[in-house]
């Protein structure tokens, strides 16, 4: 769950950049510069804490010397009305930062919390949550994040260290004739033996067929209970299968008590509602 700092400060700094600009006029002009100030960011409802350090890498990054006190661990569950930081410091610098602070916690905690939701639905099983690249331009990096925060595991990060063989690869290989097999061969001999290599399946028997030909997971897209199942039986762990395509909490449990090894869930990032926290001066 590890953030790069190097990360942390270019994201940061572009928000800021976007936010401020030429200053914050408000506060510039109301707000003695010598003024000081402690204040709360606190939980207006339940969930799961992620991006902490973010919030302290903005107040940083406004003024060295604002004091970011984390009242509890990141990651933790906590109820509304959690107090869950605590900000002291030059007033102008806590006011500046406010809403990039806060936009970067309730969007994090939003991923987190609604990933764990589906930690907690399928508790006792042994199938694992990931999730997609359908992530915020610009924010990958930090969704991601929230989704290992929330108890999930991330799939590839980008088009970069992993490969899959979608849909529309597959049609374009056809009509060049190279049939999936001698596609997997091509992308082994070119990549190596430490990338893996994923193909998209939309039947069981197209399943059955990227299996044999050497694929190391088969993502089982859009796909009923009843086909993943079939699934499974006919693999008997071969290689390891995903299923993915509009699946949400009401039906993620049966699809994981199909005996599939991960389900993919683009919603933790493009649909997760940012959780309501607010920043409060005593």
Not at 33 to 45: D, F, I, N, V
Not at 75 to 88: D, L
Request: aromatic share 4%; hydrophobic share 50%.
């Amino acid at each position: 769950m590890h953030l790069p700092q190097q990360v942390i400060s270019e994201i940061v700094e572009n928000a800021l950049k976007e936010d401020i600009r030429q200053g914050d006029l408000t506060t510039l002009t109301v707000i003695a510069p010598e003024a000081q100030a402690k204040a709360y960011l606190g939980m207006r409802e339940a969930g799961v804490v992620a991006g902490l350090p973010i919030v302290q890498a903005v107040f940083a990054a406004l003024d060295a010397t604002i004091v970011v006190k984390f009242l509890v661990n990141e990651g933790a569950k906590v109820a509304a009305g959690t107090k869950i930081t605590e900000i002291a410091g030059n007033a102008r610098g806590i006011l500046t930062g406010e809403r990039v602070a806060l936009n970067f916690l309730q969007r994090l905690s939003g991923i987190a919390t609604l990933t764990s939701r589906y930690i907690e639905v399928l508790a006792g099983l042994a199938t694992q949550i990931i999730d997609t690249r359908k992530t915020t331009p610009g924010l990958r990096m930090f969704e991601k994040y929230a989704v290992r925060v929330g108890g999930g595991l991330n799939h590839r990060f980008g088009l970069y260290d992993g490969v899959m063989l979608k849909d529309n690869h597959l049609a374009i290989l056809a009509a060049q004739g190279l049939d999936l097999q001698a596609a997997i061969a091509q992308v082994r001999s070119k990549v190596g033996p430490m990338v893996k290599i994923e193909v998209e399946a939309e039947t069981v028997a197209e399943a059955q067929l990227a299996a044999d030909a050497g694929a190391d997971l088969v993502l089982l897209d859009n796909m009923s209970p009843e086909k993943l199942r079939e699934a499974v039986n006919l693999i008997k762990g071969a290689v390891k299968l995903e299923a993915s395509g509009g699946i949400n909490l009401e039906t993620v449990r049966a699809v994981a008590e199909t005996g599939v090894n991960y389900i993919s869930v683009g919603a933790l990032t493009h649909s997760a509602r940012a959780l309501d926290i607010g920043l409060d001066f005593c």
